[in-house]
């Protein structure tokens, strides 16, 4: 590619990083890494009444953590929202009136003008086409005046817009990277608002400017922006600027394949990585909503998804958000994690209460958690060791006197081993299981009473994991409180 790579993501802040969002966002890193580029954060921000306080905040907090920050663009340092770079500035809001000023340059150029419509007579145009069942659209009503008129009426002080003039006739053929060749009639498109009554520039010409100004080689963002391709690509013709590639990326879907919305489940990135979905592993995941590199793995790091990433090769259809899938690859990355970044991310997540009993639980599940936030209950469980009645000690087909017998031998046995025999459950299993068996005792009447003793509960999880987080010291004390209850 000749010139250099320069791909924005340009959210608009009315809310959080939603998982689409994320997607968008990395594919953009993504191609900007497989060829050395830039990837900028811009913020759309120019609608004042979607505005939500915080949100630029939180959409980089939710970029960072997902560990795709951008090169350039919006930054946020010490809780401040800065320009870093040369082609700033990066929020919309502040480039008002580099986008009026292009907007008079359009009309000087005869290809956009004003409009002085009220809202009821757009109402009313609206109503009449809806009755015809005709396209709603601007009937370009004030499209024939003279430039002179206009002007005067501007002078005046008359409210009005600036509007797009697009062309009437005939069709326009479009590249897109991941779709192909696309045509669209220019009789489907509308005479778009470029400034708003207030002053405001509308998106399209917003984006379409500042993606000229910021030098953006490569615009990639969802499939609802395909339809208004060809007003920004009209814009770029008539200021004889040159356009950037495409890429219109396919919708994310629920199982049932409706859109992906909330009221099928979380699809803000946030709820997801509070509930202790690895960073990684959603990155992983979201890499392959649409798209895989080879059909033998599933696995991929951030690093290698650059080296491999072919924006071309993303599917055409809508890519459904397959939680399972989400799950499954959350699983790998827990257990590959080494154990004490495993621990302090637990930690982090608030997940896990400091002290060696939780610590040793934590280790037990690593391999088959599912998400962090699971550990909080299985850790409660295995160490905690809830009052009970001395009835319970009792397994069902057995005795309070072969209770009692059982417990004293089973702590005189562990009392004979070292603090280290606790820390390894396969063989403290299999030689505890040998030694009853040499006993001649059951497993029921024998491992009931030591279970409960260590749990105080009638279901929990077995004696030797409970032995395993417990460990000597802890272990015996409980035994020697079961044996006080029966006395
Ligand atoms: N602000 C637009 C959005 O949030 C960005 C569209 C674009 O990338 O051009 O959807």
């Given at each position: 590619m000749a010139t250099p790579v320069r791909v924005r993501f340009a959210p608009s802040p009315t809310g959080y990083l939603h998982i689409g969002g994320l997607r968008t966002a990395l594919y953009g890193w993504l191609f900007a890494r497989r060829f050395q580029g830039t990837f900028l954060l811009r913020i759309e921000d120019t609608d004042r009444t979607r505005y939500v306080e915080g949100?630029?905040?939180?959409?980089?907090?939710?970029?960072?953590?997902?560990?795709?920050?951008?090169?350039?663009?919006?930054?946020?340092?010490?809780?401040?929202?800065?320009?870093?770079?040369?082609?700033?500035?990066?929020?919309?809001s502040e480039r008002k009136e580099i986008h009026l000023h292009y907007a008079q340059e359009m009309i000087e150029k005869d290809?956009?003008?004003?409009?002085?419509?009220?809202?009821?007579r757009l109402d009313e145009v609206r109503a009449q086409q809806q009755l015809l069942k005709q396209p709603v659209m601007y009937d370009r009503h004030c499209r024939h005046l003279t430039q002179d008129e206009a002007k005067k009426?501007?002078?005046?002080?008359?409210?009005?817009?600036?509007?797009?003039?697009?062309?009437?006739?005939?069709?326009?053929?479009?590249?897109?990277?991941?779709?192909?060749?696309?045509?669209?009639?220019?009789?489907?498109?509308?005479?778009?608002?470029?400034?708003?009554?207030?002053?405001?520039?509308?998106?399209?010409?917003?984006?379409?400017?500042?993606?000229?100004?910021?030098?953006?080689?490569?615009v990639i963002r969802g499939d609802e922006w395909v339809s208004s391709l060809p007003k920004h690509l009209f814009i770029y013709q008539a200021m004889g600027w040159t356009a950037p590639e495409f890429a219109h990326l396919p919708l994310l879907l629920n199982a049932d394949r409706s859109k992906l919305s909330k009221r099928q489940g979380d699809v803000a990135v946030d709820d997801y990585l509070n509930k202790g979905y690895l960073p990684e592993a959603l990155i992983n995941f979201v890499a392959l909503l649409g798209?895989?590199?080879?059909?033998d793995r599933e696995v991929f790091t951030k690093e290698e998804l650059a080296t491999l990433f072919?924006?071309?090769?993303?599917?055409?259809?809508?890519?459904?958000?397959?939680?399972?899938?989400?799950?499954?690859?959350?699983?790998?990355?827990?257990?590959?994690?080494?154990?004490?970044?495993?621990?302090?991310?637990?930690?982090?997540?608030?997940?896990?209460?400091?002290?060696?009993?939780?610590?040793?639980?934590?280790?037990?599940?690593?391999?088959?958690?599912?998400k962090?936030?699971?550990?909080?209950?299985?850790?409660?469980?295995?160490?905690?060791?809830?009052?009970?009645?001395?009835?319970?000690?009792?397994?069902?087909?057995?005795t309070q006197e072969e209770a009692v017998m059982r417990l004293q031998a089973t702590r005189v046995y562990l009392a004979g081993k070292d603090e280290s025999w606790f820390g390894n459950l396969g063989a403290m299993e299999e030689q505890t299981r040998a030694w009853i068996v040499e006993k001649g005792w059951g497993n029921g009447d024998t491992l009931w009473p030591m279970r409960v003793a260590l749990s105080g509960r009638e279901k929990s999880p077995g004696p030797f994991e409970l032995l395993f987080v417990t460990g000597k010291d802890e272990g015996l004390v409980r035994l020697d409180a079961a044996l006080q209850k029966m006395a």
């Open positions: 949100a630029i905040e939180n959409l980089y907090r939710s970029l960072v953590a997902c560990g795709i920050s951008p090169d350039e663009g919006v930054v946020v340092e010490n809780g401040a929202i800065i320009n870093r770079g040369d082609k700033g500035p990066y929020l919309q290809v956009a003008y004003y409009c002085f419509c009220s809202a009821e009426r501007v002078s005046d002080g008359e409210t009005h817009v600036i509007r797009l003039k697009v062309p009437v006739e005939g069709s326009i053929k479009m590249q897109d990277l991941i779709r192909g060749g696309i045509e669209i009639a220019w009789s489907q498109v509308d005479d778009q608002v470029l400034i708003k009554s207030d002053g405001f520039p509308t998106y399209h010409l917003a984006a379409t400017c500042d993606d000229h100004d910021m030098e953006i080689s490569h798209w895989n590199p080879t059909a072919d924006i071309t090769k993303v599917n055409k259809g809508g890519a459904v958000f397959n939680v399972e899938k989400l799950d499954w690859l959350n699983t790998q990355y827990i257990k590959a994690l080494p154990v004490d970044d495993y621990l302090a991310r637990l930690r982090q997540g608030g997940f896990m209460p400091e002290g060696i009993m939780h610590e040793r639980a934590a280790r037990m599940i690593q391999e088959r958690l599912v962090l936030s699971d550990a909080v209950e299985v850790i409660r469980e295995t160490v905690e060791c809830s009052d009970y009645p001395a009835t319970m000690l009792v397994w069902k087909k057995s």
